[in-house]
């Protein structure tokens, strides 16, 4: 089967289940059990770690340097993905049952395939929007940018370095995006949060040419900008916001960094969470589990009350930074564990800290149930998630925070922005540094606008999932 006979990066993307297979991108409507029996019946447990093989090679049965691995998520879905070392011009994937290929295994992928740091990028940002398979648009992002029909630079820069730039107090990241090239300044005492805005910014445009445009990050825990719509507020991206404030929200810098670094620098992703969830649901300790650190008051209370009810909760303290360490009313503090030992239980609490507690997406897919505290703090896919709150947690998350969702939504929330300048940013001076790109080990083909249809789908790491399609 040939998939794409056009320039692609490491994103290609097949569903297959034990028996047949219809090709087809991840963001189809049906995501439920996905491996079916020689009956045509789902299959919504296990059939083996290591039922599924995937590997890889070059189109004419080359080696290439690759990671490959098959993720089972025990409910009768098997996630297989692959990480590029190098670009190559063409790939062969191959996906085995017992020895034998699925469906239309092996599948050719044509054209060049590019890797991670390969500064390639597409011409049209509404096409490789479209080709990603990225919503028209998304809720969070259009009540964000209600306050904001026109930007000022200018303005918006005189007034954030006047009030945002107080050394510790807050730390923002000024960009300038010009010709594609980026372009940083920062403000503030502790500013190294910057890399994690700079790796999807570079990365992003690795892929696709963003529009001239000019705008701050913070790069503190806390929403900045509480002043009213009737005050003519400014447009800032933060990573959390909050009913208070009027700051822009981008997704997490955890899980921003959790899609750029997986099979990398990173353990704990989106995808590696439905591998490890441990025990079957009536196996699970039938008790509420919660670890952290004393970023809240409420924390507090939950372990408090874990003291007064250890049948039902079983909370606890890992860390005490913020309140007197107090062992009769808190308890000894515990050793840290591993994140997917979280799924041996249950029931998973998420409580604020600081603002937003970020693991939340990782507990919605991993097989337990989350009960989430009430607060006005929310991260950039609460919204849908508050209007799907029936929806299964983990078919949530497979159709909301994947990878692919992570670029989609920086770039769709970039392109707003842009749209909304009344300047053009100017040209940095001496005292503003660029941000480079990764240098060597990329051979761009693309020597005019791509046309037609990209295999774009997520141009990190590929993945692919056994499924049962539906009918139509």
């Known amino acids: 089967m040939d998939v794409a006979d056009s320039d692609t990066n490491d994103n290609f993307v097949v569903c297959f289940d034990e028996w047949k297979c219809t090709s087809r991108y991840f963001q189809n409507e049906d995501m439920g059990p996905w491996v079916v029996d020689e009956n045509g019946s789902n299959v919504t447990k296990s059939i083996g770690d290591k039922a599924f093989e995937l590997t890889i090679s070059g189109s004419n049965g080359d080696r290439v340097r690759v990671w490959a691995q098959v993720l089972d998520a025990f409910d009768g879905t098997y996630i297989g993905r692959f ?19 699925v469906a239309d295994s092996p599948y050719q992928l044509k054209g060049m395939v590019y890797h991670e740091d390969c500064y390639c990028p597409v011409a049209s940002l509404d096409k490789w929007l479209k080709v990603m398979g990225c919503r028209k648009s998304y809720t969070q992002i259009k009540e964000d940018f209600v306050p904001f029909p026109k930007i000022t630079p200018e ?13 510790g107090m807050h730390s923002l990241s000024h960009y300038r995006i010009i010709d594609n090239k980026i372009y940083r300044k920062t403000y503030g005492q502790h500013v190294g949060f910057k890399m994690f805005s700079d790796a999807i910014i570079r990365s992003i445009t690795r892929k696709v040419h963003l529009p001239d445009m000019e705008f701050f990050v913070n790069l503190g825990d806390w929403p900045l900008e509480k002043k009213a719509v009737s005050d003519s507020p400014i447009p ?13 929200v981008l997704p997490t810098y955890d899980i921003t960094e959790a899609t750029l670094e997986m099979m990398s ?10 591998g490890n969830t441990g025990v079957a649901w009536d196996n699970k ?3 509420a589990f919660w670890r952290g650190r004393d970023s809240r008051q409420e924390r507090l209370d939950l372990v408090q009350l874990s003291r007064r009810k250890p049948k039902l909760l079983d909370a606890a303290l890992t860390h005490m930074f913020f309140f007197p360490k107090d062992d009769n009313k808190y308890g000894p503090l515990v050793k840290t564990i591993p994140f997917f030992d979280f799924f041996k239980y249950k029931f ?32 950039h896919f ?3 998630l508050v209007k799907n709150i029936s929806m299964n947690a983990r078919k949530f998350v497979r159709e909301t925070i994947l990878p692919k969702d992570i670029f ?9 922005y842009a749209k909304r300048l009344t300047d053009p940013p100017q040209e940095p001076d001496s005292s503003w540094d660029t941000v480079d790109q990764p240098t060597g080990g990329c051979d761009c083909k693309r020597t005019k606008p791509v046309k037609g249809i990209i295999n774009y789908e997520f141009p990190l790491v590929s993945y692919i999932l056994a499924r049962k399609l539906p009918d139509t």
């Open 382 to 384: 609460y919204r849908d």
């Open 408 to 416: 989609c939504y920086h770039a769709k929330v970039f392109q707003e």
């Open 236 to 248: 800032l991206l933060s990573w959390c916001g909050s009913s208070d404030s009027r700051d822009i």
């Open 83 to 101: 990480r590029l070392v190098n670009s190559y011009n063409g790939l062969t994937i191959n996906i085995k049952y017992n020895g034998q290929h």
């Open 265 to 274: 620098r990173v353990t704990l992703d989106i995808f590696s969470v439905q």
């Open 155 to 167: 303005k918006v820069a005189k007034q954030a370095i006047s009030r945002f730039s107080q050394a």
């Open 285 to 287: 300790t039938n008790q």
């Open 348 to 379: 998973q609490i998420n409580i604020d800290g600081t603002v937003a507690a970020y693991r939340l997406p990782y507990l919605l897919v991993g097989g337990s149930m989350v009960m989430k505290h009430e607060s006005n703090y929310y991260e």
